[in-house]
């Protein structure tokens, strides 16, 4: 069958590929732990589930403005005062399939065929993909883990070039968990300006941060420049809601209208029931946040001390529930990439890791320690023994 040119340049997703594999092996009957998948096993807020209950019972299944509700568009524009002081409104939101959906919207909205996206890596896995599937041409500018893999604006000064229109900067982050200050994001925020780029600022996990670190985000620098800065956001992770796919952007209405355009002639509004289960979580209350970072940073602590007790380099994360450690020195003739050591892993301590590769740093593998304390020490000593080849 005929398959489209742009098609065949694009990898699926190795977080979505590895979970794949994971749950074909626990279908033959093997145990498998899943460390690979970004997903909080906490449950949705009863709230929200009422939320969406109630919307059943009163019939509320029709279509609904592409953008959101109103009241929903509200919400969102209301979190970004609530929580950092911007001042925005309903025309400033939309509300769309999840993150990815808000992401790719925006790609196609301000990326010409041709135009550079400058995106820092270690990076989320969809980045690449999506900006090959608008015509960009993505350019990475790689950090260290010394660097607590976070990029300077002297690094992206060097990566600029003619061709350069957009930045990608993602805080949390994933893969790392690390997070820019609030000092070093406007510093990255003024180079932008005067260099004419626009920031896609991924603040998806800005509400899972950890103390010292406070949430930090661009929403004010956005009210200061609505011009030059799209936020994205979402519930999937806050609100333990990654099945029903709700992801939001705080944007100039301009940009909101366009990506309307396309979410318009693509996939129309998002599920109306998820949409007031999502006004629920937006207004509160909060609990679960609070009480998924208290397990977080414990789950983060015990799996950095097993980590770095191997040996391995590794930044401690601020926010978000990966551990990005350098693992390339347990590398073997029969394991010599981050994706055969994943592999090897897999078979022989049926423990399912994401390799660095999809994120552009192939020394590395990413954990995710969203899981409860017992799975994640068990997962981690069967690691460990293939690891030290014990």
């Known amino acids: 069958m005929r398959i489209s040119d742009r098609l065949t340049r694009i990898k699926p997703s190795a977080t979505l590929a590895v979970n794949a594999k994971a749950l074909e092996l626990r279908a033959q009957g093997r145990e498998v732990i899943s460390l690979a998948v970004g997903q909080p096993d906490f449950d949705t807020p009863a709230h929200v589930c009422d939320a969406a209950k109630a919307a059943l019972d009163e019939g509320f299944t029709r279509y609904t403005p592409v953008p959101g509700i109103p009241e929903l568009r509200e919400a969102v524009a209301g979190y970004y005062t609530k929580f950092y002081g911007a001042k925005a409104c309903a025309d400033n939101a939309i509300v769309s399939n999840g993150g990815k959906q808000v992401l790719y919207n925006l790609l196609m909205a301000v990326v010409n065929p041709g135009d550079e996206v400058l995106i820092p890596a270690p990076y989320w896995v969809s980045y690449p993909a999506m900006v090959q599937l608008v015509d960009g041409v993505s350019v990475f500018v790689p950090t260290t883990a010394e660097e607590k893999y976070l990029v300077t604006v002297e690094a992206l000064e060097a990566a600029r070039t003619d061709k350069t229109r957009v930045l990608a900067l993602n805080s949390p982050s994933n893969p790392t968990g690390c997070c820019y200050t609030q000092e070093q994001l406007e510093a990255i925020a003024k180079w932008a300006r005067d260099n004419d780029i626009f920031i896609i600022s991924d603040e998806v996990y800005d509400r899972l941060v950890y103390a010292p670190f406070e949430p930090v985000s661009l929403a004010k620098t956005w009210e200061a420049y609505p011009e030059t800065i799209a936020i994205v956001g979402a519930l999937s992770k806050s609100f333990c809601m990654t099945g029903w796919r709700v992801g939001y952007a705080l944007a100039h209405e ?110 590395c593998i990413r954990f995710s320690y969203a899981v409860d304390d017992e799975t994640l020490k068990d997962a981690l000593s069967r690691v460990g023994k293939v690891l030290m080849g014990k």
Do not use: H
Not at 316 to 323: I, N, V
Not at 328 to 343: G, I, L, V, W
């Open 254 to 363: 301009d940009l909101v209208k366009a990506m309307s355009k396309i979410q318009g002639q693509s996939t129309s509004n998002i599920n109306s029931i998820t949409q007031k289960a999502a006004l629920a979580a937006l207004n509160g209350p909060w609990d679960i946040v609070d009480e998924m970072k208290e397990a977080f940073v414990r789950r983060r602590d015990l799996a950095y001390e097993i980590i770095t007790g191997w040996g391995a380099k590794c930044p401690k994360p601020d926010g978000a529930f990966y551990l990005f450690p350098v693992l390339d020195q347990f590398y073997t003739e029969d394991a010599p990439d981050s994706a055969a050591m994943c592999t090897k892993i897999l078979e022989e301590a049926g423990v399912a890791l994401v390799p660095g590769s999809a994120f552009g740093d192939d020394k």
